[in-house]
């Protein structure tokens, strides 16, 4: 009998992590809806390498587009911080910016080629003045998801806060004001709609790591803790 059980039991088993697959967070959502934009002041090319252009690039949401007001939207960081931030949109493009190639990959094994322009977390971080025992910052995003990652990645690969995607500001269905451009990380760690940065010392598990996606998310490597 219980050999019968474990045969039965393996399909469905497998069946689960299928459906995890093809719901999984960087999947091509029909039902986002696709903002226009000026599309002969995208970039097509940099630094020789041959970018995907923004319809062509696959995108999911868990609750659909985020429409924010850039005139009232403030990013609050907060949390193991001796100086917690309000930033707005506007003094959000007045810090350093930073512009460079970042190829997003997704766990079904697609991706696309990118240009991100942004603020790094780094500067950000300066300011709040993240205390020395925190290591996590979780991304809290305006349709409700949220992921997490460590301070030391964060800082270590000076990881950006995007506001620009192949010099074309973000549309709205592609994560505007900001998406996380979390580099070697699988496309479930590329927050969009950011609203909230909370620095911990504690481990998070975020919306899709809490149905079994890795919370390491490492390119390459599984999928699945």
């Avoid at 696709?34 to 970018?51: D, H, K, M, V």
């Avoid at 910016?97 to 766990?107: E, G, I, M, Q, Y």
């Avoid at 696309?112 to 003045?129: H, M, P, S, Y």
């Avoid at 911990?200 to 490597?221: I, L, M, R």
């Amino acid at each position: 009998m219980s050999e019968k059980r474990n045969f039965f039991r393996i399909p469905v088993i497998f069946l689960f992590f299928v459906l995890l697959i093809l719901s999984s967070g960087c999947l091509s959502d029909t039902q986002v809806e696709q903002i226009t934009y000026n599309e002969s002041e995208e970039a097509t090319e940099f630094q020789g390498i041959e970018l995907t252009p923004i319809v062509e690039q696959r995108n999911n949401a868990i609750r659909g587009t985020q429409f924010i007001d850039q005139e009232t939207y403030g990013l609050e960081v907060y949390g193991l911080v001796d100086n917690e931030l309000s930033i707005s949109y506007e003094q959000l493009l007045a810090y350093p910016s930073d512009t460079r190639f970042v190829r997003l990959d997704c766990v079904e094994g697609w991706g696309f080629d990118a240009k991100w322009t942004g603020v790094t977390l780094n500067t950000i971080f300066d300011e709040a003045q993240v205390n020395e025992n925190a290591t996590n910052a979780i991304f809290h995003c305006a349709d409700g998801y949220s992921t997490s990652l460590e301070i030391d990645y964060l800082r270590k690969n000076d990881i950006m806060l995007a506001y620009k995607l192949n010099d074309i500001t973000l549309p709205a269905d592609r994560g505007f004001p900001l998406q996380l451009v979390a580099e070697d990380k699988y496309g479930y760690k590329w927050a969009k709609w950011i609203i909230g940065i909370e620095i911990t010392d504690q481990p998070y598990e975020g919306y899709w790591e809490k149905v079994g996606y890795s919370n390491n998310a490492v390119v390459g490597g599984p999928a699945f803790e």
